[in-house]
């Protein structure tokens, strides 16, 4: 009788420790097979493969500013707010009438001054609609089964986007950029200046932020409200303010990305939040929905993914760009479904 209880208790484990090994052994698999890739396209063309990668990771940091909203919010409200791409392409919208409204459309000294202003208006404009949306939409929804509030943020981002199809027109609109021309030469591979710029103003936003959750009071209470809201109303916290302080992070640094992707591709168009919005919510999602150092990570190998197959030496090229990614993040939920850092945690009830 004992053995056979013991044979009964040991076999779970033997099951859960193999599939344990075969998640590790399909995972480093992926990752070989990732790092052989770019290393053939290295060893095949430097030049080019560089050169993809540097596009490919200036794209990266503008969806990992577009990833970080998506996370947070499920981070705190377990809400995947889909009308946040829509959200970032009105911050498109915004820099750009604002900037051509001020006539901040050269790269010179005014109009490096000029865009920091804007940066921070369209910062404290895309910060305000969010809380305005969490306020009307979300809020009464909170303790709804999570259908409701998901079918909620879709009806949000077609309003969102109607309100950019009014203000902007059906066609894609090409505006003056104020970003510096030019670009580094570091060897053969050119880094453009807009590049450094947006890489530098996405590392300090991202540092302030770290800061912000991670040591401030209003950080602290963020994590209390993420782990448990009932035990952190007990503690004091003001659960609906801090709720609204994070859309209002998670909108200001939408905004920011709104006006570094318009100054640099110099274009705006009504559903560009849909394209940029769902690869941003795939790089939350690659890193480890509500983990932000995941959304940056993901963020980052999806552009960097993008690069080398759109621009190098062996990508199947800018038609299937979307179809790699997507293919890739599915073989990553396959074998890791919390993302690559990403933890198991029980469901909150």
Known sequence: MTTTTLAGRRAPQLALRSRELILVVSGTVLSVALVAWIVWSLASSPGQTMQASVYGLSNGVLYALI????????????????????????????????TAGFGFTHANVSGIFGLILVLMLAMVFCAVINVAIELLAYRRLRHAPKLAPLITAVGMSFILQNIGLHWNGSQQKQWHSAMPGGSLSVGTVKIGYDVIIDTFVTAVLLLIMTWVVTK??????????????DAARLMGINVNRIISFTFAVGGALAGAAGLLYQQTIGTTSYNIGFQLGLIAFTSAVLGGIGNLTGAVLGGLLIGLIQGLNDGGPHGLGQQWSQSVVFVILILVMVFKPTGLLGKNVGEKV
């Open 67 to 98: 990833a970080l909203g998506y996370t947070l919010v499920y981070g705190i409200i377990e809400l995947i707010n889909f009308a946040h791409g829509d959200l970032f392409m009105l911050g498109t919208l915004f820099s750009a009438f604002v």
């Open 216 to 229: 401030t009071r209003a950080g602290k209470a963020m994590r209390a409200t993420a782990q448990d809201q």
